[in-house]
Every structure is written in structure tokens, then in C-alpha cells.
């Protein structure tokens, strides 16, 4: 039996019967970001211009929902900033990304004494807002898993510059880290003021629990974008099939995608 040439892709938002929440500090955070962003003075303005368009504000406010405005702030920041170095990523190497990711890493152990690049200015700057209030555990956590970011996309670079197409289990897991999930969920914590411990984190409910919402973003995201990637024609190691993709694909609005 020959493969598949289509897939039929289910409603992934009708079973949703949560209410959804917008933090009332939506607006004013949003426009606290874009300026912090006008500040980045090296930042190019096509990137400037593409994270505007983001409205990621309204993201931010929907996934801490309860968070107080300057924790609000923090977390806007940051996915802002995630969406830039995963944009810039892009085009780098496997080696370039080696060296942001001791930048920023290195920032984040030491945000008082180490002399930053670009990229890490903005790290500290960020960061030192979110120590202030941060329990030492949802630290660690953020930069355990922000590690574990950097070590992703450098083999995601590596595999695409070698045209290696990951079996089906490597690329969940390692689509798990390349999503920048982890490090946002760690931000939960902070949003709330919780100090919980690892044995609560660490717990194999909590973790599937993570796994789970972690692969219903990125999957939904990778399956989204499909229309996107093909245009682009390149090898990819995140998507909807981690196939080559060509101009000539197509995307229909009933579901189906053409492989």
C-alpha cells in the first residue's frame, strides 16, 4: 500500500469549551512593547515592522490573563522578543546560533555582570524585571528550558543545511523545544506569583499535561502555516509533513492537505 497522498485534518478549536480571558492591561502593554522594540536601535526596520504586525499583545493577554500589568509587561516582552531571535534564527547557521544562544544564555546566569551584545541588552533588560518577582525555581526553569530552545533550532539549522528529514518521533520531540512552549509556560509562574516546587513540576501529570498543550500549539501552528512553507520552497524541519515543499503545493479550506 502506497503512501497517503492526503490528510484530512480535524476542527482543532471546536472542542474548546473554555472561556477565554483578555487581561484587562492588553492595550497599554502592548504599546509599552512597541516602544521598548523602537528603542532596539540596531534592530532592522523590516523586523520592526514584522513584529508589530504580530499583535502579540493580544497573545500575551490571552495567556496570562490574570497577570498584573508589570508582570504583563515582562511576559509581552519576552514572546515579542522569542518571535525576533526565532525569526533571525532563520538565517543562521548552526554556529551562529551557537553563539546567540551563549549570549543570551549567559545574560540570563549572570544579568549583572555580563557585558552583552545587542540581542543580550535586550535579554537583561527583560530579565531584570522578571528576577525581581520570579521564585528561584520558575528562573531556573525559564532558562533550563530556554537552553533547550537554542539546542533545538541549532540542530534544526544542522539538519537543514545537511537536507535531514527527522523520523516522525525526533521531530515531535524535538518540535517540543523549537515551539519556545517551555519557556512560556514557565512563565505562568511568574504571571501568578507562584513558587511551586520541582516535585509539583516535575510530576508525570504535569508534564503530559505540557506535552500535550505543547503539541496542540505547535502542531496547529505548523498545519496553518503548511500554505506558507510551501510558498517559501524550502527544507524544513517543522511542519506539516517535513517534506521538501514546492511552489506547486496546495491548501484547501476543507482540511485536506496534498502531500
Sequence with gaps: MGAPTTFIVPCLVSHCSFQIHINRHRKQIASETNRWLVKQRNMPSDALRRLHGLNCGRLTAMCYPTASAPHLRVCNDFLTYLF???NLSDDMNDLSIAATADTVLSTLRNPDTYRASH?????KDFYRRMVLTASAGTQQRFIKTFGLFFQSIQQQAQDRASGAIPNLDSYISLRRDTSGCKPSFALIEYANNLNLPDTVMEHSVIVSLGEAANDLV???NDIFSYRVECG?????????SSRRATPTC???RTG????
Design 84 to 86: 525576533f531571535l526565532d
Design 119 to 123: 540581542v543580550g541588552k535586550m535579554t
Design 218 to 220: 505547535t502542531w496547529s
Design 232 to 240: 517559501q520552497a524550502y527544507t524544513e524541519t517543522h511542519g506539516t
Design 250 to 252: 496546495s491548501w484547501r
Design 256 to 259: 485536506v492537505l496534498p502531500f
